[in-house]
């Protein structure tokens, strides 16, 4: 029963957006929005602004490396959360929770 | 696990996997791959390790201790990077701008401060996986 | 209507992420398994990786490495890429939390089922107000 009140949803779903996927931008084009100057200044500029040959490492670690600073973050977290989660520690008294 | 045949192929094999780990990290700024996929495969060599020669032996060669190390060090070298531009007079994690020697493309040492960043991204990916894989495997006390 | 179905053709990358995305979702409604449910999330964010580098593609484009012996080649873009890798790092870590904390749940119930832990809480709870 939860089985067809799911699928009854996700054909509605889907077909609005197969719709909002007819108006998308031709896939592949290159005079599509996302094919800006953004992409050209990338292209152009990644070899003599950082030296590096692979844009996505360029992006990554010279022109968004704030973003990846914080993305370290995140890692460093998620193993906090995990051990707090599961390690089993003891207290000042020596007691263990 | 105690079988043979997979005990020899897995230490056959595991050098050349944390050979190609370190080659992708290295390699970053020049081909595909980086900091991410490199540390992923390197932490990646050393779940295997751990699977097939069980978690003691696993925790032998990489404490839990040094991984904790390996992972602050990670990203405390990141910081230390970024105030190369501080200290050169310009801003937090400045490359070109900070008068770094870019090198010439398409050789190791080029991109600047992006070899090193790499480098120390890498280590903190791959002791990650290996501490959340051990977090995650340690039986109930 | 032909011609709506043509360019729904023509886009096909995306409705390959929607096709997925569709799956993550039934996946998450219909199974009460808590693993499952971590398993339909990751297939999610796999659909909105593939979004995201197909709308940076360019046809006849070669990968985002400078190619210094030719200069004409055309790149596709290269920030959707460097953003889905952000993306991926963030998955990485909210399954680990996730699996860590089915992990502890499991050590708490002694099941991984959704409906299960309800019936159990449930019952504890009518029990709390039986006394």
């Known amino acids: 029963m939860s089985n067809k009140i799911a699928i009854a949803l996700l054909v509605c779903i889907g077909v609005v957006v197969l719709l909002a996927i007819s108006e998308l931008p031709l896939y592949g084009s290159p005079d ?13 500029g990644a070899l003599s602004d950082t030296g590096a040959l ?3 490492a360029a992006i990554v670690i010279d022109y968004r490396a704030y973003d990846t600073l914080i993305e370290t973050t ?14 089993k520690g003891t207290d000042r008294k020596g007691e263990h929770k | 696990m105690t079988d043979f045949v997979l005990k020899r192929m897995v230490a056959l ?19 595909p791959g980086g900091s991410f996929s490199g540390g992923i495969i390197t932490g990646l060599s050393l779940i295997a390790f751990s699977l097939v020669f069980g978690l003691e032996r696993g925790q032998e060669k990489v404490s839990e201790r040094m991984m904790s190390l390996v992972e602050s060090f990670g990203a405390l070298w990141y910081g230390a990077m970024g105030l190369v531009g501080v200290l050169r007079g310009t801003t937090f994690l400045m490359n070109k701008g ?10 190791l040492y080029s991109g600047g401060l992006i070899l090193l960043i790499t480098l120390g991204v890498g280590l903190k990916v791959a002791s990650t996986v290996v501490t959340l894989f051990v977090a995650l495997m340690e039986e109930e006390e | 209507m032909g011609e ?4 729904v053709l ?42 995201f580098i197909a709308a940076g593609n ?12 030719d200069p004409g080649l055309v790149y596709v873009h290269p920030l959707p890429q460097a953003l889905m890798l952000t993306g991926i790092v963030v998955s990485v870590s909210v399954t680990a939390l996730s699996l860590a904390l089915i992990t502890k749940l499991y050590r708490f119930y002694g099941t991984v089922d959704a409906k299960e832990i309800m019936k159990i809480r449930s019952e504890v709870r009518a029990n709390a107000g039986r006394d």
């Open chain 1, 32 to 44: 599509t929005p996302a094919q800006n100057y953004v992409a050209e200044r990338y292209i152009e």
């Open chain 1, 54 to 56: 692979n844009m996505v």
């Open chain 1, 74 to 87: 995140v890692l460093f977290t998620a193993i906090i959360a995990v051990f707090l989660v599961l390690k």
């Open chain 2, 13 to 31: 094999v595991l050098p050349f996997v944390q050979m190609l780990g370190f080659y992708v990290i290295f390699h970053g700024h020049l081909s």
């Open chain 2, 98 to 107: 900070a008068g770094v020697p870019l090198g010439e493309p398409g050789k």
């Open chain 3, 4 to 7: 709506l179905w043509s360019r």
């Open chain 3, 10 to 51: 023509q886009n096909y990358p995306y409705v390959f992420a929607l096709a997925l995305f569709a799956i993550g979702i039934y996946t998450i409604l219909t199974h009460s398994n808590l693993f499952k449910k971590v398993i339909g999330i990751n297939i999610m964010e796999g659909s909105t990786y593939i979004l």
């Open chain 3, 58 to 69: 360019v046809r006849g484009g070669v990968a985002p490495i400078l190619d210094m012996g």
